[in-house]
């Protein structure tokens, strides 16, 4: 990577770290992520998490390692509602298989060699009976034995240790009053933590990708997308994924993002990327609709450049955008990512603005973005006392139809406007009237 490279990713992902600093983020871990070759990156990608100031309650699943070591012992396993039906001779191999993967992780995060990713840091990890548990029961007939579910959180002593710089680190086990030991669904201690700690986001890293729709990538879904989701989902491990999301948001946390473990550097990307490389499930799922600042001018050169590379706009520089932010209005994704922009230019005649620079982010297309944006150009003109909006296009004039524009010719420009239209480009030209 070159210096300016380097310079460009500090400058992009500073906004993030600041704004990640003091908060708390709740990670779930499951067993098969562990178990990956790509686990020794990511659990220093954690505690980089850690190390900028980012208070981090990592909760770790077992059951890979739980049904190796069932398997060694010849012991079958049943499950029933997605749930292991857990005797005595299951729990002691669950005992012995979740204290693996503890030690396994806390080894990691012990490492501290010069060739290590955590050389001159120390990330020290507590763990204890933070989660109170009751078992399962028995339900339609079905006894569960030792399988059980929270019961309640220690919230002040995970806050305590939280604020004394500490990780949390916390294993899918819980304990009853009278000293039992009872099997966890680690989705669901993760999310119960994450609701009680009022967290700022719930973090799951359990499949290879993050969700995938026809081998696209999911970016968001808001709380109406995943429901329908959660409907279409046959897939059962995925199903108790959604679940758990869809819990947490409705408990209170803000979001919750999906990450997938077989990529190099994916929860990074996630948290301190405009794109990021999950996906995310929001609460209130909202754009935010805003006036541009200086800050904006690379994040909207990020929308607008492959539609220029493309011949659909005309291009900028970075100085023009500079000179002219003030006239952009954007849609603002709830993690930062500009999805839509467009700018209102004034003409020669005062009663007359152009609409120009109108683009909306590919993964975001058929969410009325662009009707959003138009709307609020409209009245941006009108309180600058217009009473018409032209603008040109050489792709989208059924758009600007459907919405109340009318075709015109060149000659319908005011003079200043016929003497810079680019023949070339050949753009058809609409304008639409105000009603009064």
Not at 82 to 104: P, Y
Not at 153 to 170: F, P, R, T
Not at 190 to 204: G, H, Q, R, S, Y
Not at 398 to 422: A, C
């Amino acid at each position: 990577m070159s210096n300016k490279n380097y310079i460009d990713f500090f400058r992009q992902t500073s906004p993030y770290i600041h704004d990640h600093r003091g908060k708390t983020f709740v990670i779930g871990i499951s067993g098969e992520a562990i178990q990956d070759s790509n686990f020794h990156c990511l659990i220093h990608d954690i505690a980089l998490l850690q190390s900028l100031g980012i208070h981090i309650v990592l909760v770790h699943g077992a059951r890979t390692q739980i049904d190796r070591r069932l398997i060694a012992s010849d012991i079958q396993s049943k499950f029933e509602q997605n749930i292991r039906i857990t005797d005595e001779h299951a729990m002691r191999c669950i005992k012995e298989a979740v204290g693996s993967t503890r030690l396994t992780i806390e080894s990691e995060l012990s490492m501290g060699m010069p060739n290590s990713p955590m050389y001159g840091s120390r990330v020290r990890t507590v763990g204890g009976n933070f989660i109170a548990a009751q078992p399962f029961g028995v339900r339609n007939g079905t006894d569960f034995q030792w399988a059980g579910e929270v019961r309640k959180i220690d919230k002040s002593a995970i806050d305590s240790h939280l604020k004394n710089g500490s990780m949390v680190l916390i294993s899918p086990l819980g304990f009853s009053p009278t000293g039992e030991i009872f099997n966890l669904n680690y989705h669901e201690v993760a999310t119960c933590i994450a609701v009680e700690l009022n967290a700022e986001k719930l973090i799951f890293i359990s499949h290879p990708t993050a969700l995938l729709d026809k081998d696209k990538l999911l970016r968001s879904l808001s709380l109406s997308q995943l429901a329908e989701l959660q409907e279409t989902t046959k897939e059962q491990q995925q199903m108790e994924l959604l679940d758990a999301a869809a819990t947490a948001c409705h408990g209170g946390v803000e979001r919750v993002h999906l990450v997938g473990f077989a990529e190099d550097g994916a929860l990074l990307s996630e948290l301190f990327t405009r794109d990021g490389s999950g996906t995310l499930i929001s609460r209130e799922c909202k754009n935010t609709i805003r006036l541009a600042t200086i800050d904006d001018v690379g994040g909207i050169l990020d929308l607008i450049t492959p539609l220029e590379n493309q011949g659909f706009l005309v291009r900028r520089s970075r100085e023009l955008l500079e000179t002219e932010i003030t006239r952009f209005t954007l849609v603002v994704h709830p993690e930062g990512l500009i999805i839509g922009c467009a700018a209102l230019y004034p003409t020669s005649n005062e009663s007359l603005g152009e609409l120009a620079c109108v683009a909306v982010h590919e993964d975001f297309h058929d969410q009325g973005i662009g009707a959003r944006l138009l709307a609020k150009i409209e009245d941006h003109s009108r309180e600058s006392g217009m009473d018409r909006l032209m603008a040109m296009t050489t792709k989208t004039a059924h758009w600007f139809i459907e919405r109340g524009f009318t075709e015109v010719k060149i000659s319908d420009l005011p003079d200043s406007k016929q003497e810079m239209y680019n023949y070339q480009r050949n753009a058809r030209i609409f304008e639409k009237q105000f009603s009064p």
